[in-house]
């Protein structure tokens, strides 16, 4: 393991000197309360300028905080544009499976339980019908799984019971824990019988620029043909969710800049 | 079973691209290869394309895409072509250099000969004999402007040593090394065709005044039109159709009353009218859907839409209220319903069913309640009523009703957009699995033309429903939005006064 690294503890520090004191503090002042060289608190201000994180009042003037700090936690992904560069890619996905194929994000702009953002039928024809913005619950399906293992805050959120719906599902947050742990070492999750008997989901992250998981990838399908004989998802299945995921995941990551 | 050793590509030769797509025999694409051209603006109103730029992009393409899906030539069981129609070549049959860059469908250059033409007492006959209206937009005024403004043309055309083409028959000349062909769809869109006969038209060259030696052969839509000599040689050309018609054929409309729409930047909406041409009296077109070899042709009703995703650019680009096209749904959803505002998007005239060039946009029912979300989704609903627009001409002039809607295109990712459209036609509205329609089009219809693919009941085991909406609005609600659409339009009527021009 490598020790702390300096220039993000003096980054920090130098963040919560001006958080403490916006718009009261110039170069000198913050060099000298930090006790650093001159150059090196330039460099550090002049970075967390170009990051939005802290603003500079006018040229030479005082510093304060950013509007990049504020909009921290909230730069979610429009769930509409994460459709629009999902749509092709979930196709191929449900008919090379044969399965129906849903991405799932948290909503955008209030706290609540992931959301259904698009959904392909799977390929038979037989009647379907479309799930699109229907909630669902985060820790009886894989999809909510990959949302959860992908942000550290919700993952540790609410009580220790958590609401059962067959005999499969994850009841408490302990177990829950402890199975994020694995989605997250082996990126994909699978939810079998969890939700609804005899139903089984798998699911990959989709991440956005940075690496942060911004929605879901899934399929989902009747647990005898996603699970072999040893009730493990089929790793053709798995390879192909996953290999899905990461190619929306490059394509947002090309399309924002 | 299928065969997983063969493949057929398509060939999509788009408006701003280039593209090579390998299917496999299920329908599945398994590369794709992109390549955008240069878009020439020399004059306001004239668009050109440099047609060997356009050739030398695909002999990079094709290579490409094989590569991508570890295909060999061997394996390629046919080449099938789509293309941006209307779109005008000249070449010299002896050097095979264009003489002229080629001028693009949207170009409106020819707007004065147009005019002119109008006044000539044929013109109602022509109208009839081609099923088109007269309108710059179709190939015959420009093929005539080359001829008239590139020095010697005429005189060249005359002797033999000119040849004219839309892009199909520019890329089959140079991919068979000198076969002189077009599809019937895309003839159809000439101007020079008899839309019953299928051959070209002595008045119509009259009319337009092109010598016959100019014009390529017209061939059946699916047809082995030669093999390749170069780029894949040995395989053969087996069809060829233009863009909207390899959508109508991709998206498996083989039957009378089926009918799709494609949403992009503008919307083209094909409804397969059967073994007869319908005349309109709504302001469609009537346009040859697709023939096979050695059978009757299959006719089609089509009404294109102007503005549709452009309207959404403009709100992003135009208005700045967006910072890309998806986040309209967002924006839109903000509120429930459209304040009692609604956009008539007459930028440049009002198409199908109107047919009024002196129309201008509008933005009616404006109040101080109006706000940025009603705006969005006024701007969306546009596309809806304009489809509708469309939808009861058609249904007007067939007396075909609609079972289902089938949609393709950008805009069937917007989900609002979608349901509303099954709202205002209280029909299903069905989204395929397989979006990439034109190029599936192309590779069916070349698929079938050699018999990797049986018949067309094998193709539409092939099309699945990827997603479908359904009606879920209050009838009178429908009825009460309609009505105040339709005096929205009729607000845009008349902007243009005495050929003025539009800004200042």
């Keep these: ?257 | 079973m299928t065969d997983d050793s063969r493949f057929v590509l398509a060939i999509d030769q788009g408006t701003t691209s280039t593209r090579a797509i390998v299917f496999d025999q299920s329908g599945r694409m398994v590369a794709v290869r992109q390549h955008e051209h240069r878009q020439h603006f020399p004059y306001p109103g004239w668009v050109e394309h440099d047609a060997v730029e356009i050739w030398h992009n695909l002999q990079q393409l094709v290579p490409a895409a094989l590569e991508d899906a570890d295909v060999t030539v061997g394996q390629i069981a046919a080449v099938g072509i789509a293309n941006q129609r209307e779109t005008t070549v000249v070449w010299d049959r002896h050097t095979g250099k264009p003489i002229h860059r080629a001028i693009v469908w949207q170009d409106t250059r020819t707007a004065g000969l147009v005019e002119r033409l109008a006044t000539d007492p044929r013109a109602a006959e022509v109208s009839r004999r081609c099923g088109l209206p007269l309108a710059t937009y179709f190939s015959a005024s420009r093929l005539s402007w080359l001829l008239d403004h590139v020095r010697g043309a005429r005189e060249r055309a005359e002797a033999g040593d000119l040849l004219f083409g839309t892009m199909e028959t520019w890329l089959i000349w140079n991919l068979t090394g000198g076969a002189h062909v077009t599809d019937v769809t895309n003839a159809s869109r000439d101007m020079l065709m008899n839309i019953r006969t299928l051959q070209w038209d002595p008045l119509l060259l009259d009319f337009f005044n092109i010598p016959a030696a100019i014009l390529p052969e017209i061939r059946p839509s699916l047809e082995v039109y030669g093999l390749c000599r170069t780029l894949i040689p040995g395989v053969p050309i087996a069809a060829a159709l233009g863009d909207q018609q390899a959508a109508l054929f991709g998206q498996t409309c083989f039957e009378a009353g089926e009918a799709k729409c494609t949403y992009g930047t503008g919307s083209f909406l094909l409804l397969n009218t059967g073994a007869e041409p319908v005349y309109s009296t709504h302001g469609l077109i009537s346009t040859v859907a697709y023939q096979r070899a050695g059978e009757p042709p299959t006719y089609a009703l089509e009404g294109s839409i102007a503005v549709t995703g452009s309207l959404v650019q403009w709100l992003r680009d135009g208005l700045g209220l967006i910072s890309s096209a998806p986040e309209i749904e967002t924006l839109a959803r903000t509120v429930s319903d459209n304040g009692g505002c609604y956009v008539v998007p007459a930028f440049a005239g009002l198409f199908a069913p109107h047919w009024r060039s002196e129309a201008r946009g509008v933005i009616a029912g404006l109040t101080s309640y109006v706000n940025k979300g009603h705006l969005a989704r006024a701007v969306l609903e546009a596309t809806g009523w304009q489809t509708r627009e469309v939808l009861d001409a058609m249904n007007a002039d067939s007396g075909l009703p609609l079972r289902a809607l089938r949609v393709d295109g950008g805009m069937t990712a917007n989900n609002l957009l979608m349901q509303f459209l099954a709202d205002i036609l209280d029909t299903p509205v069905v989204r395929p699995m397989m979006a990439e329609t034109v190029s599936l089009g192309a590779a069916y219809a070349a698929g079938l033309s050699v018999g990797f693919w049986p018949d067309l009941a094998a193709l539409r085991r092939n099309w699945h429903r990827a997603a479908e909406w359904l009606p879920d609005m209050d009838p009178a609600v429908r009825e009460r939005e309609y009505e105040n659409w339709r005096f929205a339009v009729t607000r845009t009527f008349g902007w243009i006064r005495d050929g003025k021009p539009d800004a200042g």
């Design chain 1, 1 to 257: 393991m490598p020790g702390s690294i300096q220039s993000v503890e003096r980054a920090a520090a130098i963040l919560q000197l001006v958080a403490e004191y916006p718009a009261q503090l110039g170069l000198t002042d913050i060099t000298e309360t930090l006790d650093l060289a001159k150059p090196t608190t330039h460099g550090l201000l002049k970075t967390l300028c170009e990051v939005g994180f802290v603003e500079q009042l006018a040229a030479g003037g005082k510093y304060t905080i950013g509007a990049g700090l504020n909009r921290l936690g909230q730069v979610r992904l429009d769930p509409n544009e994460l459709r629009s560069h999902s749509v092709n890619w979930t196709d191929s996905l449900a008919a090379r499976s044969g399965f129906a194929v849903l991405v799932a994000a948290f909503p955008l702009d209030q706290p609540g339980p992931p959301e259904i953002v698009h959904h392909v039928f799977r390929p038979d024809d037989s009647d379907q019908r479309l799930l699109t913005g229907r909630q669902i619950p985060e820790h009886a399906t894989a999809l909510g799984k990959i949302l959860l293992a992908g942000s550290p805050m919700l993952a540790h959120r609410g009580s220790d019971a958590l609401e059962v719906f067959t005999p499969a599902t994850i009841a408490s947050a302990r177990v829950l824990a402890r199975e994020l742990v694995i989605v997250r070492k082996q990126g994909w999750a699978a939810s079998i019988d969890e939700f609804c008997i005899g139903v089984t989901e798998l699911a990959a992250p989709i991440r956005g620029a940075g690496g942060r998981v911004v929605a879901a990838i899934g399929l989902s399908g009747r647990t005898d043909r996603v699970t072999d004989a040893k009730a493990h998802p089929k790793s053709l299945l798995v390879r192909q969710v996953a290999e899905t995921a990461r190619a929306i995941s490059r394509d947002l990551g090309t399309a924002r800049r």
